[in-house]
């Protein structure tokens, strides 16, 4: 889709939030650094989504306390054992955590009726793969085996990311296939990293202007992988995976404006060639990072739509 195509609010949208983002990879080469402007950043006013309940804790992980948030839905019988679903933020490893994904946890968890376990998984550089892996499967496990103690239903438990986030639930799913454990009941992939070699149609058409940019990846796998690392690895690059069979269903959001678009749509259609029975959905309009944006970017609107009946559905 050429820029000026775009709606006028959507491309203001775009504009405001590169320009209040930090320029990593160009202007920005310290994580530490790309963490202060973040958080210098304005604020939403909006008060934030009421659910009905939102505690944080650390649970165990595999270099000591792990912390998360956990959001029971607004309406949610106090009674009742809801389905689970574990949460892992995006942000290229690097970047962002509980907070910053706040409204997207309580957004999902209302319209889902599910418990979200929100994971502050460690960040790159100062933890290289495999580390934020390992968190992600830890807390997999701990929801699995305290499910109850949350008010949830060890039988339905799902796993869920955006962005490396949904590259940490892919592998997460890998993960507990090799490792002999129960495959999560879905994975629900949104704009996830899945193929380190960058060399997809969508990397070029997307590679500058809608906000995430080829030049911001090329930083977040240095900052991942670093200068040792494997990036082929199946954990860290779940798209090359030789072998998808036997991980659980799926449904990956893929946004047209968006340099990871046809990774997104090509792991989709390797788990239904392994016999997984697995969806996606391409929204033509929607750059990557908008999935909470469905006021301002209708595409991102139905994209949440889709995402959340999928995950209703594996969960009922």
């Given amino acids: 889709m050429p ?3 775009l709606a006028p609010e959507v491309r203001q949208l775009i504009d405001l939030m590169t320009a209040t983002f930090p320029q990593v990879g160009t202007q920005v080469a310290d994580a530490a650094e790309a963490r202060r402007i973040l958080a210098a950043a304005p604020k939403s006013p909006a008060p934030p989504i009421p659910v009905a309940d939102v505690q944080d804790r650390t ?3 595999p270099a000591g306390e792990l912390p998360v948030r956990i959001y029971r839905p607004a309406g949610a019988e106090a009674s009742a054992a809801l389905p689970v679903v574990v949460f892992l933020h995006g942000g290229g490893w690097a970047l962002c955590g509980l907070d910053s994904h706040d409204g997207t946890c309580r957004a999902f ?7 979200f376990v929100s994971v502050d998984y460690r960040l790159a550089p100062e933890t290289r793969f495999p580390g934020a892996a390992e968190d992600a499967y830890a807390a997999y496990l701990w929801a699995r085996e305290h499910a109850a103690a949350i008010g949830g239903d060890p039988a339905r438990i799902a796993i869920a990311g955006d962005s490396a986030g949904g590259n940490l ?4 799913c890998l993960m507990a296939r090799d490792r002999g454990t129960a495959q999560p009941t879905f994975q629900l992939l949104i704009y996830p990293v899945l193929d380190h ?11 500058e202007g809608y906000f995430l940019t080829a030049t911001h990846m090329s930083w977040y796998w240095e900052q991942y992988i670093g200068p040792d690392g494997d990036p082929a690895h199946p954990y860290a690059s779940p798209g090359t995976a030789p072998d998808l069979a036997g991980l659980a269903p799926a449904f990956v959001v893929a946004a047209a404006l968006d340099p990871l678009r046809d990774e997104g749509a090509a792991y989709a259609v390797r788990l ?7 969806a996606y959905g391409v929204y033509d309009g929607m750059f990557h990072g908008a999935i909470g944006m469905g006021a301002l970017v ?3 609107a139905t994209a949440f739509a ?5 995950l209703r559905k594996a969960l009922a």
């Fill in 169 to 172: 639930a892919a592998a997460v």
């Fill in 298 to 300: 209708p595409a991102a």
């Fill in 59 to 61: 649970i165990p992980g």
């Fill in 306 to 310: 889709e995402a959340t009946e999928a």
């Fill in 272 to 278: 239904a060639e392994a016999g997984v029975p697995a």
């Fill in 197 to 207: 070699r960058r060399g997809t149609d969508s990397y070029r058409d997307n590679a």
């Fill in 109 to 115: 968890a209302n319209a889902t009726g599910a418990v």
């Fill in 3 to 5: 820029q000026d195509a």
